[in-house]
């Protein structure tokens, strides 16, 4: 067992803070992994978080980001410095069919087009700023499951922006629901939360020593059993392609559940030489299913991120504007 002489999470924060400690230039010996959770368009919550980290000007504090499906693309908008204007997407851009098409489940057409949101959306409408998500000093990692082994991969180090896209398209390819499996860099990928819903074990792999880990969630939420089609459509879909794989996603509740009790366990995390802070919003607002398009649930879904955050590093809680964009759209636009 290893014993914890290590600051908290919130310490390591601010006396980076307060030093201006900048990446790869650290004077302390910690390292401060970012992990973001997916959920498909559960995601906005994670993108309201994000924002709030940027508008603290917080993101030097980390030395990487870990983001699983939905949680690696809005951790690249985060890593470019681009965090409000990814978060603007959820509710301005892919709620919509062209994004979610609940009738494509009766034609072999995805219900989740990752194609618009990718090769469209994130390219033209709300450009990403790529080089400096290659070339900052803030690496993302983006995990996703492979078929062969059946176990999380962190994709990382990528060398351009068709690396970097198709690492994030292999990651956020919900079995089924957005099409089949993606090739990459010799492996056949889905979603990373087929496997690992919550990033944080990447992190740790990654040798991090501390983790601040965005839920999308609320507190004392759970997933929710099964559903007919994750049970009899979904999983099989996955025994198909990797036998074994579906009943692995079929646990995914239960590994959800001890991800999340382990994030909360100081005692866990003392055995594991570890610190962590996880982030939830109140359980009040209700959770925001992977499918949501309403505009106004969604805003609210990302006002309760940027909140949450506010709120776990002890600052004022502030009101948040409908649009979350303190600067405008437009001006993010020409400077990425």
């Known amino acids: 067992m290893q014993e914890m002489d290590y600051p908290s999470v919130l310490e390591v924060i601010e006396d980076r803070l307060r030093c201006g400690s900048k990446p790869t230039k650290r004077t302390d010996s910690m390292k401060l992994g ?30 990487v980001v870990y983001g699983t499906s939905a949680g690696a693309i809005i951790g690249a908008y985060f890593v470019a410095g681009q965090a409000r204007l990814g978060t603007s997407i959820y509710y301005e851009n892919i709620n919509n069919n062209q994004f979610i098409n609940l ?13 618009f949101l990718l090769d ?14 290659l070339n900052g000093p ?27 896209f198709q690492a994030l398209r292999c990651s956020a390819r919900i079995p089924w629901v957005a099409g089949e499996s993606v090739h990459f860099r010799g492996q056949h990928y889905v979603d990373g939360g087929v496997t690992q819903p919550i990033p944080y074990n990447a992190a740790a792999d990654g ?14 939420t759970l997933r929710p059993p099964a559903s007919l089609i994750e049970r009899y459509v979904i999983a099989r879909w996955l025994n198909n392609r990797s036998s074994g794989l579906g009943n692995q996603y079929l646990q995914g509740i239960r590994r959800h559940s001890e991800q999340i009790a382990f994030l909360k366990s100081h005692e866990r995390q003392r055995e594991a030489g570890i610190q962590a802070l996880p982030i939830q919003i109140a359980p009040n607002l209700g959770p925001i299913g992977p ?18 955050v506010y709120k776990a590093l002890g600052r004022p809680v502030p009101n948040v504007s409908d649009d979350l964009l303190p600067l405008d759209s437009s001006a993010q636009k020409n400077s990425a």
């Not at 803030?138 to 970097?164: G, I, M, Q, R, Y």
């Not at 398009?293 to 909140?307: E, V």
């Open 34 to 63: 970012l992990v973001i959770e997916g959920g498909g368009m559960r995601g906005v919550i994670a993108g309201g978080m994000i924002s709030a980290l940027e508008v603290l000007d917080l993101k030097d504090v980390f030395d």
């Open 103 to 115: 009738r494509n489940i009766f034609s072999t057409k995805p219900i989740m087009s990752l194609e």
């Open 120 to 133: 469209q959306v994130c390219i033209n409408e709300k450009p990403l700023n790529v080089d400096r998500v």
């Open 138 to 164: 803030v690496p993302l990692v983006a995990t996703a499951t492979a078929l062969s082994d059946k176990t999380a991969h962190s994709l990382e180090c990528f060398s351009d922006n068709e690396d970097l």
């Open 207 to 220: 040798g991090c020593t501390h983790v601040l880990a965005l839920l999308t969630m609320p507190r004392g």
């Open 291 to 308: 499918l949501e398009k309403t505009q106004s649930i969604l805003i609210n879904g990302a006002k309760a991120g940027f909140q949450a």
